[in-house]
């Protein structure tokens, strides 16, 4: 069974800097795609990024693009989310998740961790 658990969400003031993980386990990842999605109180969960487990490519939401950047660590099986240059808007509780191809929509994502909140301060 996947197990996906993220960490590194806090609080932060605006323009500051957070990096998220997610552990992933489970199964072998070759050929998936991970994704970081977020949900803020009363809105629907969005996509921020994905990335192919190869890392050849990686695919970023409009508000994020210049300042979040997704990676991975095969051998740790690591997902990592470094966002910079944060804004309050980004408040939210970010959630990684798994799927064999890629896609911005949620509902096409299987595996999900718990989520960790990141709360950025004006």
């Known amino acids: 069974q996947v197990q996906l658990v993220e960490s590194g969400g806090g609080l932060v003031q605006a323009g500051g800097s957070l990096r998220l993980s997610c552990a992933a386990s489970?199964?072998?990842?070759?050929?998936?795609?991970m994704g970081w999605f977020r949900q803020a109180p009363g809105k629907e969960r969005e996509f921020v990024a994905a990335i192919s487990w190869s890392g050849g490519n990686t695919y970023y939401a409009e508000s994020v693009k210049g300042r979040f950047a997704i990676s991975r660590d095969s051998d740790k099986s690591t997902v990592y989310l470094q966002m910079n240059s944060l804004k309050p808007e980004d408040t939210a509780v970010y959630y990684c998740?798994?799927?064999?191809?890629?896609?911005?929509?949620?509902?096409?994502?299987?595996?999900w961790g718990q989520g960790t909140q990141v709360t950025v301060s004006s």
């Open positions: 998740a798994g799927s064999r191809a890629y896609s911005y929509r949620p509902d096409e994502y299987h595996d």
């Open positions: 489970g199964r072998t990842f070759t050929g998936y795609v």
